[in-house]
Nanobody, 126 residues
Framework: QVQLVESGGGFVQAGDSLRLSCVAS????????MGWFRQAPGQEREFVAA????????FYSDSVKGRVAISRNFAGTTLNLQMEMLKPEDTAVYYC???????????????????WGQGTQVTVSS
């Protein structure tokens, strides 16, 4: 079992950047596929970005493609989400997620993930 703790959220202006981090209780490279999701008030949790357990394969939702980058640190204990050119519609609680895997496959469904962090709030003002 892995515990996940997100940080880095905040209140920013449209066009600003933010870097979210998710610290895992164990090394994840080769053991867990990772993902970022977000949930705005009154809406369902939606996929943002995914990273495979091995090979570094990534995938992004159309709404953020070209503006965000998901990465894992060398030690495999921290997952990052670098977000640029933020928009008001990016406002949401952002969640880090993990699922046991040892392949080059990434996962984009909420139902694919077994472990979740508590979330970090991102608010983008226009």
């Amino acid at each position: 079992q892995v515990q996940l703790v997100e940080s880095g959220g905040g209140f920013v202006q449209a066009g600003d950047s933010l870097r979210l981090s998710c610290v895992a209780s164990t090394q994840t490279y080769g053991s867990y596929a990772m993902g970022w999701f977000r949930q705005a008030p009154g809406q369902e949790r939606e996929f943002v970005a995914a990273l495979s357990s091995k090979a570094g394969n990534v995938f992004y939702s159309d709404s953020v493609k070209g503006r965000v980058a998901i990465s894992r640190n060398f030690a495999g204990t921290t997952l990052n989400l670098q977000m640029e050119m933020l928009k008001p519609e990016d406002t949401a609680v952002y969640y880090c997620a993990a699922t046991r895997a040892s392949t080059s496959t990434y996962y984009i469904s909420v139902h694919d993930y077994d472990y979740w962090g508590q979330g970090t709030q991102v608010t983008v003002s226009s």
